[in-house]
Each structure stands twice: as C-alpha cells, then as structure tokens.
C-alpha cells in the first residue's frame, strides 16, 4: 500500500480520498428524500410537519398511532392484501413467460429477433400512462375491467420485459453443448430444462422476479384505471386515495413500510448476486 501511495501523482493523492467524499454525498443526496419521511411517521401531530420536539428529539415528540391507525383500518387491511396477491401472482407469470421468452430469443433459429424483443421491452419504454390507457379501454370490451385478475395480468405484462433482460444476460454465457449432451443421454426437452437450463439460468430468473414484484408492488397507474372498487385498491392506490381525500400521517406510516419492503428487496437481490457468483 505504501509502495502504491509513493507512485502516485499529488492530483490522485487528493482525487482519490475525495472520490469517496463526492459518492457518499451523491447517495445522500438521493436518498435523503426518501429517509425522512421514516420520521415523519412517528410524528404525534395530525398533519405533515417537523415539530420542535421532534427536532429537539424529544420522547413525547415521537408516536406508533399512525402505525396503529394503518394496522387497524380494514382499507388498509385489504390493500395490503391484494398488494401482496397481485404482486406474488405477478412475479410467478412473469418469471413463467418471461423465462420462455429469453429461452426462446436467445435461439439461433429465432426469426425477427430484434422486432420481438422490442415488442416484448416496450411496456419499459412505453409511458405509463399511454398503457394504462390502452389496457383499460381493451379490458372494457372483455370483461376484465374493476376486477383483480385484470390487474394481475396487466403487472405480468409489466413485470415480463424485466425477466425477460436479466435471464437473457445470463443465458449469454450459457454452454448450449449441455442441452446436446443432456440430449445424446435420452433426455426428454422438460428433463434438460428442468435439471441443465433452469439451475444454471435461475440467478436470472430469480432476479427478474424480484424486479417484476418491485414494479407489481409500487405501481399505482394502471391499477388507478382499473380497479375502481375500494375492495380492489392496492397499497399505493389506496395511499393516492388518501392523499387526495385527507391528508394523514397513516400514509407516510404506510409509505415507510414500503421503504422497508424496497431494502429488503435490494437486499435480497445483492446476496442472491454474491452466493452466485461464489459458488
């Protein structure tokens, strides 16, 4: 190390002690927003503010009621239920679909590649709105408009390009002479990708997954079309809700248990990366 230190030009000397010094205020200033509002849901007022007291960290400044007004409330009961059916439901169609799609773009004798996968990542580039549009106004002519299957099968089209990029990125170091090998011993298609291509591609798989609940969890657009039926209202359907009927601190409750759903989710994302790459 010290070696290394003598080599270097005065410049590096100061460059990179204050890279690390630019990159953590980078990532405060990214993440700060999202941080206080964890605060600002132990708050005692009825109403969006910093107290004094709070600031002045003081005891009888801080409260678990907006907590308890969340975990008592039937509305917020039933969001977080279909929150969690919709986006489970979502995340196995789209790490189903998602996994034949890569399997099959990533084939040789694939005809109109680059037109498929564009059509299959659009929902990515598409805005929002625009698709939120269109399944609604589709949903309508058949049937599947307020209901919950509609916006389970509208969060797997949204979920499928994110699958879709990462199973294709690992299938690019995929050995294809596996599959020949697999079949010269007799086995059958389903036996090759059940016991060759699926362990070997399940990183991918699995973070794809994990993107496509993040995108199913959070999203609030096309569920604003669709579901119109309180009983039908998701987390973040039933905080925009709030936010325009009465403003409370229950949803900044709400919005931090969000948060920590989110972390938990980079987490588990980054280990399952470092017990891959490990093993």
Not at 191 to 204: C, Q
């Amino acid at each position: 190390m010290a070696k290394a230190l003598i080599h270097q030009t005065p410049m590096q000397r100061v460059w990179f002690p204050s890279k690390f010094v630019l990159n953590g205020c980078i990532l405060f200033f990214l993440i700060a927003p999202v941080l206080v509002i964890i605060p600002l849901s132990f708050n005692v007022e009825p109403y969006f503010t910093f107290t004094p007291g709070m600031l002045a960290l003081e005891a009888d400044a801080y409260s678990l009621r907006w907590y308890e007004a969340v975990l008592g409330d039937e509305r917020w009961l039933s969001s977080i239920r279909n929150s969690f059916v919709v986006a489970i439901a979502a995340t196995f169609g789209a790490m189903a679909l998602g996994t034949l799609a890569a399997l099959g773009l990533s084939s040789r004798y694939m005809p109109r590649r680059e037109l498929v996968n564009s059509i299959i990542i659009a929902p990515m580039i598409i805005p929002l709105i625009i698709s939120a549009t269109g399944i609604y106004f589709f949903y309508a002519q058949i049937g599947l408009a307020n209901t919950l299957l509609g916006i389970i099968i509208a969060h797997i089209a949204l979920g499928v390009p994110f699958v879709v990029i990462t199973v294709t990125a690992t299938l690019a170091g995929f050995d294809s002479s596996l599959v020949r090998a697999s079949a010269t011993l007799g086995a059958t298609p389903w036996m090759t990708f059940r016991r060759v291509t699926l362990p070997i591609i399940s990183p991918g798989v699995f973070s794809g997954g994990l993107f496509a609940f993040g995108t199913s969890f959070d999203e609030v657009v096309v569920v604003l079309f669709i579901a119109a039926n309180p009983s039908q209202y998701t987390i973040p359907r039933q905080m925009w809700s709030g936010i325009r009927e009465q403003i409370s601190p229950a949803i900044l409750a709400m919005a931090s248990l969000l948060i920590v759903v989110s972390m938990l989710l980079i987490l588990t994302t980054y280990f399952l990366r470092r017990r891959y790459a490990t093993s």
